[in-house]
């Protein structure tokens, strides 16, 4: 679902990037043993800054990224345009990539966006590679229950996750969890390793 004009101007905010800067990347690198010479793919990338810092602090040799919403595509292919990687406007529930094609995928924050997000989890999954690790950041049900969120922002809001429906889930497609923290239930932060397949 794409965002409203008050979630959009706050995504696109300096705010936002420093709040993505020192909680979620702090958070990750904890649980990152480096991506030198591979590769990562961001879902939900907004204006592309996300992007900018995986390939700051992570190192792949490169990032894609994709989005919903063509405009904020727009806007992180000419933040990106000169670092490595490809962005498109695209579904996480559908996407456009090989299977096992990336060694991390990470999120921040859009999972809650998409109604059949249990869909995109399925995807992720599909898209890392075995050993691969998913780093989301997440808005969970309490967050989204909220009645200032209700009047403020645009949300799905049939079948929304709280913590423990988000770890099962991840658990489900087949994800290890490795971390998790969350507070309460208004956010919460995991990495989950795609495990190995039954037949090796
Ligand atoms: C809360 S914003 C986060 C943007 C960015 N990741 C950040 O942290 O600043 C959620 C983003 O997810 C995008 N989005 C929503 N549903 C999506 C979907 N099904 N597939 C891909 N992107 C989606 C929205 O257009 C929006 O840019």
Not at 97 to 103: C, D, E, I, P
Not at 108 to 119: A, D, E, L, T, Y
């Amino acid at each position: 679902m794409l965002l409203n004009t008050l979630e959009k101007w706050m995504m696109n905010s300096p705010a936002r990037l420093a709040t993505q800067r020192w909680m979620d990347v702090r958070l990750f690198k904890r649980h990152c043993r480096g991506l030198q010479g591979r590769k990562a793919l961001e879902m939900g990338i907004g204006r592309g800054r996300g992007m900018g810092l995986i390939l700051e602090h992570f190192g792949p040799r490169a990032v894609d990224g994709f989005d919903l919403d063509p405009d904020m595509v727009v806007k992180a292919a000419h933040y990106l345009k000169n670092k490595k990687g490809q962005v498109w406007v695209g579904d996480a529930c559908h996407m456009p990539v090989k299977t096992a094609s990336y060694s991390a995928v990470f999120d921040f924050g859009i999972i809650h966006h998409i109604p059949n997000w249990q869909q995109a989890l399925a995807e992720t999954a599909r898209v890392l590679e075995p050993g691969g690790r998913f780093f989301s950041f997440e808005m969970l049900s309490g967050f989204i229950d909220h009645p200032l969120s209700r009047a403020l922002l645009d949300h799905p809001q049939q079948e929304r996750f709280d913590h423990a429906a988000y770890c099962l889930a991840l658990q489900q497609e087949g994800f290890r969890l490795i971390e998790h923290s969350h507070l309460g239930q208004v956010c919460g932060w995991y990495v989950a390793e795609r495990q190995q397949d039954d037949n090796g």
